[in-house]
C-alpha cells in the first residue's frame, strides 16, 4: 500500500518529530509526498532521511543552505538535521521517500557497523546532507537502491525486510566510502543552527499569541540584532515574515480540515482581527480565506 504523507507530522518543543516513522520490529517506512503550492516545515528526527524526485521540481532547506532538487534527482539527510521542502506554485513535486531508524542497519551498538560506520556518520557535524545525482557514478548507485528500497516497501514482497535491510547497508556502505574526509570536517555553523531550533521552537509554540522580536531571541538566549541576524543568514528571512507564514499554514491546515469559522480560525492562529488576516491571507495566497476554503 503507498502511503501519502500529510506533510503535518507533529513534533516535540524542539521540533523533533515525534512520530514514530515504522515500528519498532521493523524501523523503516515510506512516504510518497506531493508538493504543488504548499510546503513541509521546518522540522527534524531522529531517522536518517533518503527521498527523490521522481516528477517535478522541489526546493530544499537545509540549515542555512536552500537549493533545488531536479526530477531525477535525490537527497540523504542525516538525523537530526533541521530542514524543510517547498513546492511550486505552478507544478506538482513527486517526492517519494524513506526513513528508516539506524538500528535497522547496525542492530545493536557493540557491532562492527555501528562502531565502524553509522557511529561517525550520524555523528558528524559537517554530513548534514548529500545531493545524489545520476551523473556520479556512486550517486547513481544510491538512487538505483533507494528506488529498490521504496517499489519494496509498497510492494512487500515475502522476505522484503532483507531486502530493505541490504540496500540500505549498501547505501550507507556507499556513502562512508565517498565521504569519510568530509565526515572529519568542522562546522562552524552548529552554534547558528541550535539557536534558530530553539527560536522556531519558540514560535511554533506560541504562534496563538501575540510574539514579539524579544521574545524569540530570549528563547535562543541572544539580543535582538543577533536573533534578527541569525533568521537572515540562516532561513533568509524575517523572525515576522516567518510568524506570518507560519500562521497563515496553520489557517490553511483549519480551513481544510475543519468546519471552524473564519473568526475562530483567525483567533486560533494568533492574528489581530478578522479584517488583518483576510487581508494578510489574500497578500499571501492571493485570495480570500473563504475561497481558499471552497477551492479544496
Not at 247 to 255: G, H, N, P, W
Amino acid at each position: 500500500m503507498l502511503m501519502e504523507s500529510n506533510l503535518n507530522f507533529p513534533v516535540d518543543t524542539n521540533r523533533r518529530e515525534i512520530t514514530k516513522h515504522g515500528s519498532d520490529k521493523f524501523p523503516c517506512i515510506h512516504y510518497l509526498d506531493r508538493y504543488h503550492n504548499n510546503s513541509y516545515p521546518w522540522h527534524w528526527h531522529d531517522e536518517l532521511e533518503l527521498g527523490y524526485v521522481k516528477q517535478g521540481n522541489i526546493i530544499v532547506c537545509i540549515n542555512d543552505i536552500q537549493f533545488v532538487l531536479h526530477e531525477g534527482e535525490g537527497i540523504f539527510v542525516n538525523t537530526r538535521v533541521l530542514h524543510a521542502y517547498l513546492g511550486y506554485e505552478d507544478t506538482e513535486c513527486l517526492f517519494p521517500n524513506v526513513l528508516f531508524r539506524a538500528s535497522l542497519v547496525y542492530g545493536t551498538k557493540e557491532s562492527i557497523f555501528w562502531e565502524k560506520y553509522l557511529s561517525p556518520l550520524m555523528e558528524s557535524v559537517s554530513l548534514s546532507y548529500i545531493i545524489l545525482k545520476s551523473e556520479n557514478s556512486w550517486q547513481k548507485k544510491v538512487l538505483h537502491a533507494v528506488e529498490t528500497i521504496f517499489e519494496s516497501l509498497i510492494k512487500k514482497n515475502y522476505g522484503y525486510e532483507f531486502m530493505v535491510r541490504a540496500n540500505l547497508s549498501e547505501v550507507i556502505a556507499l556513502i562512508f566510502q565517498n565521504c569519510s574526509e568530509q565526515m572529519a570536517q568542522k562546522n562552524q555553523n552548529k552554534t547558528e543552527i541550535n539557536r534558530i531550533r530553539k527560536m522556531l521552537s519558540y514560535i511554533q509554540e506560541n504562534y496563538m499569541k501575540p510574539i514579539q522580536i524579544q521574545d524569540i531571541a530570549d528563547a535562543a538566549s541572544i539580543s535582538k540584532r543577533e536573533c534578527l541576524r541569525c533568521f537572515q543568514r540562516v532561513i533568509k528571512t524575517s523572525p515576522k515574515q516567518y510568524i506570518i507564514d507560519f500562521r497563515i499554514r496553520k489557517a490553511k491546515e483549519l480551513l481544510s480540515e475543519t468546519n471552524m469559522q473564519l473568526l475562530e480560525i483567525c483567533e486560533a492562529c494568533g492574528f489581530q482581527d478578522q479584517s488583518y488576516f483576510t487581508k494578510i491571507f489574500r497578500k499571501v495566497t492571493g485570495v480570500t480565506p473563504r475561497k481558499w476554503r471552497k477551492s479544496k
